[in-house]
């Protein structure tokens, strides 16, 4: 006899290792205890579209998923029950009709698995409408403060890593500068570790606004040098110093404005040195793909204590690894600022100490 009857989604943006949960989750409550687990596709939409769409999960439909990428339950940015955008433009908040949506699909709670968005949804259902909800992080960018890694964040670190390996190569054949744009909105995690494993040369994170005449003098030191090419990691939201005043004062011009981050720090390098200068925007690259060891790792080991959360009736909770343990913290906490590197990170020290250049 099945004792639970569970939902799970993921939400926000996809990662890999999202799979290996679905699948930890489901070999542990299925295969191991014979609950009923039943997948919600594209995040909460599942629940709330007419017909609903929803999978029964069971060990047999979860084969090859450890190495998969993506989301075999589909996901979706835009799904936010309290404020849900419909066909005619209007926000509308549907979270009742997700509330009555689940007691009548008989489901005891859900598994929510995402990054900080999804995790303040889950907070909220539980807060407002008494929906038990557990939570597993996922971002590749590795900014949720409750935890010491996400899973995707490796894997993503990787594909960044070997695009400067590979740059590396046709940079010193030509003599070119070179910025590689990783993703990191608002935490430079990917573009650290990368830039330090793939022998960077310069480091742009949105933390640190950058003196563009510093990289200026450590390409030209370079030169002298003898090294007649550059690698530059420039995260997505890097700026320049006074970026954000200048723009709030109207000074700013409308090419430094435009643009991406590689694209702005190209054209103010471009201004003051000589010789050529490319980019190359990883993108979604960052995302697609399996996820490396240690994300499958990570990944199933946050779905195992997730099901053993559910098991043990402590709802409320989000997974979370902390000094290798694997450990929980009340979703309200977990849904707080992000975790962005800070001015004391050890790998800020370490990526000086090799004679990386941050910009300040």
């Keep these: ?21 679905i699948r930890a ?23 709330l579209d007419a017909p609903r769409r929803l999978v029964e999960l069971s060990p047999q439909t979860c084969r090859g998923l450890l190495t998969r990428g993506g989301t075999v339950l589909g996901t979706t940015n835009r799904g936010d029950p309290f404020a849900w955008m419909g066909e005619d433009g209007v926000v509308r908040d549907r979270s009742a009709e997700l509330a009555a949506a689940i007691a009548d699909e008989g489901l005891e709670g859900l598994i929510v698995i995402g990054g900080d968005g ?25 900014d949720l403060a409750a935890t010491d890694f996400t899973f995707g964040f490796w894997s993503a670190v990787e594909v960044a ?6 740059l590396h190569t046709t ?72 970026a954000h005043q200048a723009a709030a004062d109207g000074v700013i011009t409308n090419r430094v404005q435009g643009g991406s981050a590689s694209a702005v720090l190209a054209a ?19 995302r697609g793909g399996g996820p490396v060891p240690f994300d499958r790792v990570l990944a ?14 402590r709802w409320g909770q989000m997974v979370c690894l902390q000094n290798n343990e694997m450990v929980s913290v009340p979703l309200d906490d977990a ?15 370490t990526a000086r100490n090799v004679g990386i250049e941050l910009g300040a």
């Design 1 to 21: 006899m099945s004792t639970h009857r569970i939902g799970i989604l993921t939400g926000g943006g996809d990662a890999p290792g999202l799979n290996a949960v």
């Design 25 to 47: 989750v489901t070999k542990f409550g299925v295969g191991g205890h014979h609950w009923q687990l039943v997948g919600v596709e594209d995040a909460f939409n599942g629940l």
């Design 118 to 142: 999804t995790q303040r949804i889950g907070a909220r259902l539980m807060r407002e409408h008494g929906i038990p909800v557990v939570g597993v992080p996922k971002t590749i960018d590795n």
């Design 161 to 166: 890593t070997e695009a400067l390996d590979r």
């Design 171 to 242: 940079a010193e054949a030509h003599d070119r500068v070179m910025l590689l744009e990783v993703m990191g909105r608002d935490a430079g995690w990917i573009a650290l570790y990368a830039g330090v494993a793939g022998g960077a040369d310069c480091i742009a994170i949105p933390e640190i606004p950058y003196d563009v005449d510093r990289y200026v003098r450590k390409i030209n030191e370079r030169a002298m040098r003898g090294r007649h090419f550059t690698l530059i990691v420039v995260a997505e939201g890097a700026t320049p110093i006074g």
């Design 268 to 286: 103010l390098l471009g201004e003051r040195i000589r010789g050529e200068l490319r980019t190359t925007v990883l993108g979604h690259l960052q």
């Design 300 to 313: 199933t080991r946050m779905g195992v204590k997730a099901a053993e959360l559910v098991r043990d009736g």
């Design 335 to 349: 849904a707080g600022a992000p975790r962005r590197v800070g001015p004391m990170e050890p790998l800020l020290a």
